[in-house]
DNA sequence: AAATATTTTTACCCTTGTCTAAAAATTAAG
DNA sequence: CTTAATTTTTAGACAAGGGTAAAAATATTT
């Protein structure tokens, strides 16, 4: 239905959209995309023609409901072959993205469907990030404390309380920021304290640290 | 490293050298690949640059060992992602063909290696066709009478052992010929008379007709 | 508000893979 | 063995998708 071209660029307008908000600019689709704005523009106007997203000359786009769905399909399928990727071929997990770049633009519906069920309909992918439903929609979670997370949970890191310097130069030397995804390995009761993981680095955070960082959890 | 285009010539071309010896013709490709005797000159001659077969103008080509090669190997995606398919989605073995089209074209040695362990490293696919080692090497098998089957074998029918008018008519009404593959679903020892598959057809089979068909076996 | 910098678009070219129409080879028939 | 039929190749043309260089619009400074 729709090519590999046209699907990469609406996913990631999708991302985009979803990072910052408000319209996607030419330059920031090119960037992501590793080609050149010229090119965007292009793709963007035959996208438009077709209804998946809506463009006004130098103003940036928005998915339609329609390019949202196709977005959120594709990715979706991604997410899925990556849970397959982790659960049943034991791929690490930071090693099955590129190939469902690939897996994620396999037409068939039913092909999906089965999938999904084989995997036993997960909600989340090996990265901790949630899977759209069939239909495109994405289950939303509310924000709390990071000192609220249990053990092995996973949450996305979407704000601070505090807003000290000294505490955000914390966050900076861990490399932790807004979007960053943060998985607590370890709880201790005594103190609250906590072992999390942030990327490949694992690393000991005190109680002070977890009750001044909001994240998303699953 | 090579295009959807590339490999789907190789893998056409692959088949059509087995089906008929000798060299394969541009119109034939064309055929099977549903498209026009000029696009083929075209591509077969892209293909001859790169070494991937030798070709002659007017005369047909050949893969050279190497297009030999990508060809068994892509032969080989198509058919372990079949197995996948049926062994582990549930698919029924004559949907899966289309899937798989696309599936073959996935670029990962690991993900497959991966893929071959997790299906317990099968030598055949759903149809019963042998699934290519990961050097392209394929399982060649010995021919023998059908009457030497025993219940759930498979195989192809490459010859008759008997010519007579009568017997190759009976062979046509069952839509029995060089190629067919035939499973063998129930033996009986008492009269030798057999219960066979052939294509979604079932039906009984003396021992006669039994002992006049050549097969190659798994 | 004018000048400068940045972003976005346009106009044109390139590559891959396909097609049509016509020319050239090969094969088959009389 | 010469004509007819068939197969194959060549010579353009086209659509998708991407790139360059320059023009146009928008943003930012001073």
């Known amino acids: 239905m729709f090519s590999l071209a046209e699907e990469n660029y609406l996913k990631a307008i999708y991302h985009l959209e979803h990072e910052n908000q408000g319209e ?66 034991n791929f690490h997990w930071d090693e099955v993205h590129v190939i469902a770049e690939q897996l994620e633009h396999i037409q068939s ?42 053990k092995n949970q996973r949450g996305v890191c979407v704000g601070v309380k505090e807003s000290s310097g000294e505490f955000l130069q914390y966050l900076d030397k861990r490399k932790i920021s807004i979007g960053t995804k943060i998985k607590v390995l370890g709880k201790e009761f005594f103190d609250g304290s906590m072992i999390i993981q942030v990327g490949s680095d694992q690393f000991f955070i005190s109680q002070k640290i977890a009750e001044n960082l909001y994240v998303q959890t699953n």
Not at 24 to 31: D, W
Not at 48 to 60: I, M, N, R, T
Request: hydrophobic share 35%; charged share 35%.
């Open 109 to 150: 519906d039913e092909l999906i469907a089965r999938l999904d069920k084989f995997l036993g309909s997960p909600d989340f992918d090996p990265h901790g990030d949630p899977i759209p439903d069939k239909h495109g929609n994405v289950k939303r979670t509310e924000k709390k404390l990071l000192s609220e997370c249990e």
């Open 24 to 89: 996607v600019s030419t330059n920031a689709i090119a960037e992501r995309m590793d080609t050149k704005p010229s090119s965007v523009t292009d793709m963007v106007q035959k996208l438009a023609e077709k209804d998946l997203l809506s463009y006004k000359k130098y103003k940036g786009t928005l998915l339609t409901p329609s390019g949202r769905k196709i977005a959120a399909n594709v990715i979706r399928k991604h997410r899925l072959w990556e849970v397959f990727l982790v659960e049943k071929l």
